[in-house]
């Protein structure tokens, strides 16, 4: 079986998706994945030579399946630092609901596995560009509160986006997915956005 065989890198990466979902932070096993897949060990590691590598492209997978790039246009298209805030919220924050079961797996697991660890810490990296983009959007309108620099502004950012925030707030509090979107966008406006949260 080639290594480049594309098909089987899908049945591969689906496996380890649907795997991550159902384990609910217990370890997945290359093995697991391997017999879901319905491969052989040796056929899943000429693919993914390291667990690491299976793990990080199962998430970029998973952005690729669900279209992030598309569901960023508008953020990314924004004609103001306001809107392009505001997009990005909307975008991230209903997308987490998607990935969450994924989400926590690897959060779970990276206490204890680099692979997963990685894995988890590149997607949030991917965020953290997204929140660094708003701000310096922002921050090029002056419309960023002069009371944080680009890099702080996109720390707190960042922060409300968490998947924990998200989680603690829908799962623990009880809130729907619009009252989190609405109130995330509110408190995104009044610590970042100079001169009140109008648009």
């Known amino acids: 079986m080639s290594s480049g065989n594309p098909e089987t890198r899908k ?6 998706w649907k795997l991550l979902e159902a384990a609910q932070g217990r370890e997945v096993r290359m093995t697991d994945i391997a017999r879901e897949a319905g491969v ?4 899943l590691y000429l693919h993914f030579p390291a667990r690491s ?4 492209a199962t998430t970029l997978h998973i952005d690729e399946v669900k279209d992030v790039d598309a569901r960023l246009v508008r953020s990314r298209s924004a004609r103001t630092g306001i809107e392009r805030l505001d997009a990005f919220i909307d975008a991230w924050g209903n997308y987490i609901p998607e990935i969450y079961g994924v989400g926590k797996a690897l959060m779970i697991m990276g206490e204890s596995d680099e692979g997963a660890k990685d894995a988890w810490a590149g997607r ?6 997204g929140c660094h ?4 959007a922002l921050d090029r309108d002056g419309r960023l509160t002069a009371e944080h620099s680009v890099e702080r502004a996109t720390d707190i ?3 409300l986006l968490s998947v924990r925030n998200w989680e ?3 799962i623990d509090c009880g809130w729907s997915q619009s009252l989190y979107i609405e109130k995330v966008s509110a408190m995104a406006r009044r610590l970042l956005v100079a001169d009140g949260i109008d648009g």
């Open 133 to 136: 983009a708003a701000i310096d």
């Open 11 to 16: 049945r591969i990466l689906d496996s380890a």
């Open 53 to 56: 590598d299976l793990l990080v």
């Open 168 to 170: 603690h707030l829908t």
């Open 124 to 129: 949030m990296g991917a965020v953290r560009h």
């Open 40 to 43: 052989s060990r040796q056929a």
């Open 157 to 159: 950012l960042w922060t």
